[in-house]
């Protein structure tokens, strides 16, 4: 069950971000590019929990995981602050 539910959350952030990125593409609204952006760090991230957790349990890539996020985390929060109208 632990792999279909990692799966479903990979699925639903590119799911977002492509989403996202398609409508910035249409209107061409800054804050559109950066959360589509972070769905797209969130999507590796999440990609990154299920190589770490299911396919190599053996191996930690914690750092990768909180470093992808992070990244989303600060684009959105950069599009935020900075290019709000």
């Not at 999507?43 to 996020?69: C, G, H, W």
Request: net charge positive; glycine share 4%.
């Amino acid at each position: 069950m632990r792999p279909a539910v990692y799966i479903l959350g990979t699925l639903t952030c590119l799911c977002c971000a492509i989403l996202l990125i398609r409508a910035y593409y249409r209107v061409r609204k800054a804050l559109l590019l950066w959360s589509g952006l972070c769905f797209a760090c969130l999507t590796i991230s999440n990609l990154i929990v299920f190589i770490d957790l299911i396919v190599y349990p053996d191996l930690s890539l914690y750092r990768f995981r909180l470093v992808t996020a992070t990244i989303g985390m600060l684009l959105l929060l950069y599009g935020l602050i900075w290019e709000s109208e």
